[in-house]
Every structure is written in structure tokens, then in C-alpha cells.
């Protein structure tokens, strides 16, 4: 597979990476093409691994040192298995046309009973992926589907999410989604999904699966009819070069905007798996955040959230480039290994492997990084991982801001628009010596801010494994 026509791997950056989050390929049998697309732990520490190719597999010794795994086929025949799920001893395999629970009824490792959940959306063919969760804290799978061809929805509730209760029952949820790449649950419980850029969607980005609420995309307003617990349906949104979906939100209160915005290819290029950091410290110190995958980039992404209000908002933080293909599958496990999974079949990959099982381990050094960017009425608030140079990080000529959003359109994606250059006019650190109030004129809703922070050190000289934060502004705090 060719390598992506995109900025190839910086490797003095992944060389420091590598200093902080160790990576390491797990080796695959020759004999089994394993294109990962999901991954969950189970209660005995076992991972389960879903396929493109349809197949189950469980696996232990991922989390050895050295790594020993072995594979076992759970089940086969499946459709792109994109989501799994354990509950009392069954899994629950989300593939493209059901979610499946798998159980091995004569304990002979190999999975006896398919049984339909639910298969209460339509199924066509080609691009209509479907993504599945965890089971949330009501108890509940959410889907979310692809449009048709990524364009259209000429099958039942394509462009939507809906919950799958433990009896099966389909409950549509939300409307508006394109091109979702991963479902994922955030530590307060709430449920979000990537999206992908294209028409209706300037760029990549994670967004708040609110119930009620519309992603974006109006094509997949016809299937309102069948959902009666979606209230009524939105106004068709307009569009065009001159409108800005934030300002449209005021017109259709039903829109949901962005939580984080992924800036195209200075972050990612096509956001997949979500995965909630519940290591409990074991994969450093970023506990209870979220990592989004990239499939093109091959690479992984953190983002810090915050809620304002009702809104969700907050900001993306380059984490762990340089992986083999494209990242598709995500799972932490409670010993604290990123496990990541993909391949590179259909699309290019910046990752030149066709696929790849690989592991990230913390190696115990915590990384000079902003761990968190809170919002502020007048500015923001940075807590960094580690203490930094008191003069240095109080001096507002160390941070530098831009600020640009994105045309809401239904032509595929959108440049940066409408920038702006805010003006930091103080920098004060907290005796603590790890947070910094960064007073801001300038800030503006509906818009990223790009920070960047070349001239924060550490006391000793070092500089920020990623001086670059990227912030979604929504809504500010009263």
C-alpha cells in the first residue's frame, strides 16, 4: 500500500515520543490477516478483537512484558465487526447490518449461539458502516451509521444514532451524522462520535450525541417520520460560503455544534476510535481523558472536554504519531496498554503496513504537556503536567493565538475561515508552578483557537513535547 500523499512522520518527534510511550508490534500469526476495527478487554483481562473481515478473536499476553500473545477464533462470519461489548459472559458484536450477542454455550472457546439484538436499520452495501459503543450507564448500545455512500441516505435511519436496549428495543436518538469513524463514552457518561469532513462539515471533529439532537446533515431528515420520540423535525439548515454553523445553531436549536474541532491534517485527517482513559493512572498522567484514532495519519490524538452550560466544548492535543497503518480500533486495558488496531485496505494510510496490532505502554516518565485547557470569561486557564520556568511561562510573548472556523456547507469541507489574531495581554502562573492564567483579548465563539506555546520551558530547560493546543469555543462561563 502506497503511504498517503500527506506530511510524513517528524522522527526526532517520534523518537521523543518513544522516550515517554514506549511502542511496541505485537506479532500476528502469518496465517491470520488481523485488521483490527475493535477492541474491548474483558473481565478476565482477555481482549476481545473485532475484524474488517468479519472474524472474533480473544487474546492474552498483550499486557505481559515482554508481550506474548496468542489468538484464539471466537466467531466468524460477521459483516466489519466496528463495535464490541461484554455483558455477562456474551459479547456484543456490532456489525453492519446487526448487533450480534456471541456466546459459547459448551465452553469450547468458540462462540455457539449468533443471536440478533437488533437490526433496526436499513443495510445496503457499500459505505454504510456502522459503528457500535460499550454498554452505557442506562445499560445501552449506541449505533451510529454512515449515510449511504457517504452521501445519501437511501435506507433507513443512515445518517443516525440510535440506542439498543438490553431487550433489544431501537430507540433513534439523533439525526445528521455523515461519516462517523467511532463511538465513545466519556467519563461523565455521556456518549460522543468522530465525524468525518465533508459535505456539511468543514473538518473532523467529536460531537456530543445529545438525545433530540442534529448533527449537521439534514438528508437523513426523512426517516423523522419513524422516530416519534425525536420531537419535531429541525428546519433545514442553509448553507452556503458565507454561513458559519454557529450562527445557524440560533436559527435550527436543534443543531449540536462540534465539542472538538480536529483541524485538517494538523491534527487528523479521518477520526476513528474513542477510547476513555480508565487505567486509573497506569498510562500516565492523563486519567479520564479521551483519545481519539486517525486512520489516515496513523497516529493518535488526546482531547481534554469541559462542559459549559449545556455545551460541550474543549480542546485537542497532538499525543503518539508513527503508527503501522491506520488506526481504526482502540482499547486501554486496566494494566495500562494502549492496544491499537487497523489496516490500510481501502484508503491510503500514512502507515505503510496493510495491518497492524501494536501496543503503547507509559514507561513511567511523565511528558512536559498542557494536560488541560479550561475556559475562562476572559481567557484560559492551562494546568501543565509538570512544573514550568516561572519567568518565562508569566511572560505573554511564550504563547502565541490564532482563531479560524470553517464554512458550513453542503460542498465537501471547507479551509479555515474568518481568522483572527488575539492578543494575550498577561500570563500569570499559580504558586503551584504547574497553572497558568492566560488573560485574552479577542476570543471568539464558534471558532478554534490555536495556541501556540514555543517559548514554555520547564525549570530546567525543557521544552513542551507539544507546544500546540487546539481549543473549540462554543460557549463562555458566566
Not at 486557564?381 to 509538570?386: C, M, P, S
Request: proline share 7%; net charge neutral.
Amino acid at each position: 500500500m502506497e503511504a498517503a500523499k500527506v506530511t510524513p512522520v517528524d522522527p526526532n518527534l517520534a523518537a521523543r515520543e518513544q522516550v515517554y510511550y514506549r511502542m511496541q508490534t505485537l506479532v500476528v500469526p502469518w496465517t491470520v490477516t488481523l485488521e483490527a476495527s475493535s477492541l474491548v478487554e474483558l473481565p478476565d483481562g482477555r481482549v476481545a478483537i473485532g475484524t474488517r473481515r468479519g472474524d472474533v478473536f480473544l487474546a492474552t499476553g498483550l499486557d505481559e512484558d515482554p508481550p506474548r500473545p496468542k489468538y484464539q477464533l471466537f466467531a466468524s462470519g460477521l459483516h466489519e465487526v466496528f463495535g464490541l461489548a461484554e455483558k455477562n459472559g456474551a459479547l456484543y458484536a456490532t456489525q453492519q447490518c446487526e448487533v450480534t450477542r456471541l456466546v459459547d454455550e459448551n465452553g469450547d472457546g468458540r462462540a455457539d449461539l449468533f443471536e440478533t439484538v437488533s437490526d433496526a436499520w436499513g443495510f445496503g452495501g457499500e459505505h454504510e458502516f456502522t459503528y457500535g459503543s460499550i454498554f452505557d450507564r442506562d445499560g445501552n448500545l449506541w449505533v451510529a451509521h454512515c449515510l449511504t455512500g457517504s452521501y445519501t441516505s437511501k435506507h433507513p435511519f443512515r445518517g443516525w444514532a440510535q440506542r439498543i436496549t438490553t431487550d433489544g428495543r431501537s430507540i433513534p436518538t439523533c439525526s445528521g451524522l455523515r461519516s462517523p469513524g467511532g463511538v465513545g463514552i466519556n467519563a461523565a457518561g455521556d456518549v460522543f462520535y468522530t465525524e468525518n469532513q465533508g459535505p456539511w462539515n468543514g473538518a473532523c471533529g467529536l460531537k456530543h450525541l445529545k438525545p433530540q439532537g442534529f448533527m449537521g446533515h439534514p438528508i437523513s431528515f426523512p426517516w423523522y417520520d419513524r422516530a416519534p420520540g425525536m420531537g419535531p423535525r429541525p428546519e433545514v439548515p442553509r448553507g452556503g460560503r458565507d454561513y458559519r454553523q454557529h450562527e445557524e445553531a440560533k436559527r435550527v436549536p436543534q443543531l449540536v455544534p462540534p465539542a472538538v474541532v480536529f483541524p485538517y491534517k494538523k491534527m487528523g485527517q479521518s477520526a476513528s476510535a474513542i477510547m476513555l482513559d480508565v487505567s486509573q493512572g497506569r498510562f500516565g498522567p492523563f486519567a479520564n481523558q479521551l483519545f481519539v484514532g486517525d486512520y489516515t495519519l496513523s497516529l493518535v490524538m488526546r482531547v481534554w472536554l469541559e462542559k459549559v452550560g449545556e455545551v460541550y466544548q474543549g480542546a485537542c492535543f497532538p499525543f503518539r504519531q508513527g503508527f503501522a497503518t491506520g488506526v481504526i480500533g482502540l482499547a486501554v486495558t486496566r494494566q495500562g496498554h494502549l492496544i491499537t488496531g487497523g489496516c490500510s485496505r481501502g484508503w491510503p494510510t500514512r502507515g505503510t503496513k496493510p495491518y497492524s496490532l501494536q501496543r503503547l505502554s507509559w514507561t513511567g516518565k511523565a511528558p512536559l504537556e498542557v494536560q488541560e485547557m479550561r475556559i475562562m470569561p476572559d481567557g484560559f486557564q492551562l494546568l501543565f503536567t509538570r512544573a514550568v520556568d516561572r519567568k518565562v511561562a508569566s511572560d505573554p510573548a511564550s504563547y502565541r493565538m490564532t482563531t479560524y472556523t470553517y464554512r458550513y456547507q453542503k460542498t465537501y469541507g471547507s479551509p479555515e475561515v474568518d481568522h483572527s489574531k488575539p492578543t494575550i495581554t498577561s500570563a500569570r502562573l499559580a504558586e503551584d508552578g504547574r497553572t497558568v492564567r492566560l488573560s485574552v483579548d479577542g476570543l471568539r465563539i464558534g471558532h478554534v483557537h490555536e495556541l501556540h506555546l514555543d517559548g514554555v520551558r520547564s525549570p530546567d530547560g525543557e521544552r513542551l513535547l507539544h507546544p500546540v493546543a487546539y481549543y473549540t469555543l462554543n460557549a463562555l462561563p458566566r
